[in-house]
């Protein structure tokens, strides 16, 4: 079965402009996380969705927000970017709600110049 | 959601078995053990979950004592291609938990 598809695989931006990250998950997945891996800080978990509705979120600025869709595609969008928004961004789909069987994405590389 | 502790990087050579532990000293009780490994500019790849003693599956072993304080995620013969960073996760299925991981243990295997 397909795994987790996330577009663009790599993305260069300007600081301060905005930008819109897709995660289709696993068929039948109904969770979503996302999390921003660089480098210096790791891997920072963003937010979590489940059945549309947002479920948790990480210390990150109102900048980053992210929604889910009936179909349980998810979108995170990173407004006024930062050159430190530069990071590789991974999306996680498991069947339900809490669980640790999360299945990764291989992420979308954003630079942000 | 448990804090945990891992070693930051473990050298081995092909063939042997290499064992990173994990340590989770405030472990709850109806937290989980997981372990996930990655490499360069991929996402984590689940490599196996575990409760209390041991599970075992075709890629690693997990073992977990009396007091679950802490857990050894045990890999046999390895390659070069398990040169990568391993993360250990604790957590349970109650609401409101984001899932943390830590810094993990980047393991290099030479030849």
């Known amino acids: 079965k397909a795994g987790v598809t996330q577009t663009p695989r790599y993305l260069i931006k300007t600081r301060g402009q905005q930008v819109t990250l897709s995660c289709s998950p696993i068929s039948g997945h109904r969770s979503v996380s996302w999390y921003q891996q660089t480098p210096g800080q790791g891997l920072q978990f963003l937010f979590e969705?489940?059945?549309?509705?947002?479920?948790n979120k990480g210390n990150f600025p109102g900048r980053f927000s992210g929604r889910q869709f009936s179909n349980s595609r998810s979108e995170m969008n990173v407004s006024t970017l930062e050159l430190g928004d530069s990071a590789l961004y991974l999306c996680?789909?498991?069947?339900?709600?809490?669980?640790?069987?999360?299945?990764f994405g291989s992420g979308t590389r954003l630079t942000v110049v | 959601l448990a804090k945990t502790t891992q070693p930051i990087s473990m050298d081995s050579y092909e063939g042997q078995e290499v064992n990173i532990t994990c340590s989770h000293n405030n472990i709850a009780t109806n937290d989980y053990i997981t372990w996930y490994q990655q490499f360069p500019s991929q996402g984590p790849r689940f490599i196996i979950q575990g409760y209390k003693t041991k599970v075992t599956n075709e890629v690693a072993s997990l073992f977990i004592p009396a007091d679950r304080k802490s857990s050894t995620l045990s890999l046999p013969r390895v390659s070069l291609s398990d040169t990568a960073v391993y993360y250990c996760?604790?957590?349970?299925?109650?609401?409101?938990?984001?899932?943390?991981f830590g810094a993990g243990t980047r393991l290099f295997v030479k030849a």
């Open positions: 996680a789909s498991s069947l339900e709600e809490f669980s640790y069987g999360y299945t």
């Open positions: 996760l604790v957590g349970g299925d109650t609401g409101g938990f984001k899932t943390i």
């Open positions: 969705y489940f059945s549309e509705t947002q479920r």
